[in-house]
């Protein structure tokens, strides 16, 4: 699902908007549409509903049900499948990919979509310019493509993409100016969902800017006209209060069996298990691993587990002294207690971290270094470093946010800086909200010398990991290491499963000898229910279809 944090991208309130979109519904189900009206609860607003300018999981959850892309990945599992592209070849240059496209199909907005559409879309992203070049607009294009046609700043790499051409109605030819493994399974992210380019075009998509260093849109497009292809049509926009889907009538595939989802923002773990208990909503997200009891427990309710596709870890800034030391951070990794905060706040729903990659993703291996908790080695390092005990460390959290890899911050906070502190460390706390303070300063490199953060995996493959992580200068992380870089730039290149496999594993070795952040924890998150609803299958990646729920009998 998506940049740091929630994919570690910029995540911005849209409740200064002060926005009431049209066609309010209210916030309980009443017994006429309980049949056909799913009300699900998230834990915030979507950012926007343009998903080429957004990088969090809350606004993915949306417009995954009103677009589509030209690949999507299997229900239940991270790998990739047709979705408005049929079929594709890649040539053996492994920079041509030429994709078979589905007929008639149309937009939300009764446009057809055709070849010229998805090119459209791709030379939009490429094209984007002044203030959607900055990252907190356009967050994932960066990530997958690089640059844009005209960079305007020599912090952008140079573009992947090279050129999209229509071959006839239904087919595409899209090419790249360099080899990319994720390349294909990178295009089942909602951030590359073919758009309307009508409705784009109408409601200025293409119009926005910066305030204070944060990228806006100024059109309506993205906050009350998106138009896909999905299943499930735009319908309103309460902000604060709820979204409004509505059952796409001419839709291409098998028709969505609800006539109505609502998506609620309930911020709070308390809050949405109690709306569940109450029949306000009928499902949410990010349930608390310590509620999952007695939510089973309830004769008219279900948890359903997410297969487990995240990371929760600890940065280390080593832009800040002492911590560009090694000694200093094998020091931080052997004083960080992480079994025990794996074992007492996530119940027996997420294992100790040893690497930044999930075991389940290719380029795993069990030959990485190790660093079990030793306070005393820890102040051994720090003294051969030349330093005297006690060390100061400016160490970050987040409040007002529960992540499926950090159920609780504050509480793995603590924990860490106890062991810490007995460790030869002394911890100056320093917290800040969510949004949009805590993710914008771990991006900017801003939170302290260490900061809790995490990621939830968007696609199956090791460069959304730790190719997002470390295959670049960061200012999160403020290190330069060629030598890192290069071998995974040649892992992003190579084509080859094999070799992909071999030098992945070769990575994921030399990172943890290097230490630019401690991984700690890969968790299960779970979903819970009514038990009357049916169909629902959690994704690895975050991101759920709700095309095929619907009510049955328990």
């Keep these: ?29 009443n017994h006429a549409a ?19 300018l957004v990088s969090d999981g809350e606004s993915f959850r949306v417009t995954e049900q009103i677009f589509e892309g030209l690949v999507g990945i299997k229900p239940g599992t991270t790998s990739i499948r047709p979705a408005l592209a049929t079929s594709w070849k890649v040539a053996p240059d492994g920079k041509t ?27 939009r992203w490429y094209n984007f310019s002044g203030p959607f070049q900055d990252a907190s607009a356009t967050y994932y294009y960066q990530a997958i493509f690089g640059g844009f046609h005209h960079n305007e700043s020599n912090t952008l790499s140079p573009p992947l993409y090279k050129s999209c051409a229509a071959n006839g109605t239904y087919k595409v030819t899209i090419r790249t100016n360099r080899r990319n493994g994720p390349f294909l399974p990178a295009l089942s992210l909602s951030a590359f969902a073919i758009q309307s380019p009508a409705a784009m075009a109408k409601y200025g998509a293409n119009q926005g800017e910066l305030r204070s260093g944060t ?16 299943p499930f049509k735009f319908g309103s926009w309460t902000v604060g209060q709820r979204i409004v889907l509505d059952r796409f009538s001419g839709y291409w595939g098998k028709k969505a069996k609800l006539s109505r989802v609502i998506i609620r923002p309930i911020a709070n773990n308390e809050a949405r298990l109690q709306a569940l208990r109450t029949g306000e909503i009928n499902g949410y997200d990010l349930v608390a691993p310590q509620d999952i009891g007695s939510i089973n427990g309830d004769s008219k309710l279900k948890t359903l587990n997410r297969p487990p596709f995240n990371v929760a870890y600890v940065t280390i800034n080593q832009a800040h002294s002492p911590f560009d030391k090694l000694a200093v951070r094998q020091a931080v990794a052997y004083g960080l207690d992480r ?5 007492s706040f996530y119940f027996g729903r997420a294992v100790v971290a040893q690497e930044f990659l999930p075991p389940q993703i290719f380029g795993w291996t069990n030959k990485v270094p190790k660093y079990p908790y030793n306070p005393n080695k820890s102040k051994q390092l720090l003294q051969s470093a030349g330093l005297s005990l006690p060390v100061k460390v400016d160490f970050w959290y ?6 499926p890899y950090m ?21 100056t706390p320093h917290t800040a909200p969510w949004r949009p303070d805590y993710v914008k300063h771990v991006n900017d490199g801003t939170a302290g010398d260490l900061n809790l953060i995490g990621w939830t995996g968007d696609y199956g493959d090791p460069d959304n990991f730790v190719g997002v992580f470390f295959g670049n200068y960061s200012p999160q992380f403020g290190f330069h290491n060629d030598a890192i870089f290069n071998i995974l ?30 991984p700690y924890a890969h968790s299960r998150p779970a979903l819970a229910f009514q038990k009357t609803v049916k169909g629902y299958v959690p994704n690895p990646t975050g991101t759920d279809y709700f095309f095929p729920v619907y009510f049955g009998g328990q």
């Design 1 to 29: 699902m998506r940049g740091k944090g929630v994919r570690l991208g910029l995540l911005f309130g849209v409740c200064a908007l002060a926005l009431t979109l049209s066609g309010s519904v209210g916030a309980r189900t």
């Design 34 to 52: 309980a049949n056909t009206t799913l009300v699900f609860a998230g834990a915030a607003d979507p950012t926007y509903l343009d998903p080429a």
């Design 97 to 123: 990919y030429v994709f078979s496209l589905r007929h008639n199909v149309k937009f939300h907005d009764g446009t057809k979509f055709n070849a010229k559409a998805v090119c459209a879309n791709f030379n």
């Design 215 to 230: 990228f806006y849109p100024t059109g309506s497009y993205a906050f009350s006209h998106p138009t896909g292809t999905g």
């Design 339 to 343: 079994a025990s905060v794996v074992r």
């Design 398 to 403: 987040p409040t007002g946010v529960s992540r």
């Design 407 to 427: 159920p609780n911050p504050a509480l793995n906070f603590q924990a860490f800086s106890d062991s810490l502190e007995k460790s030869g460390f002394k911890v």
């Design 489 to 518: 730039k040649r892992a992003q290149e190579e084509v080859n499963y094999k070799k992909r496999v071999k030098l992945y594993q070769q990575a994921n070795i030399m990172i943890m000898k290097f230490l630019p952040a401690v």
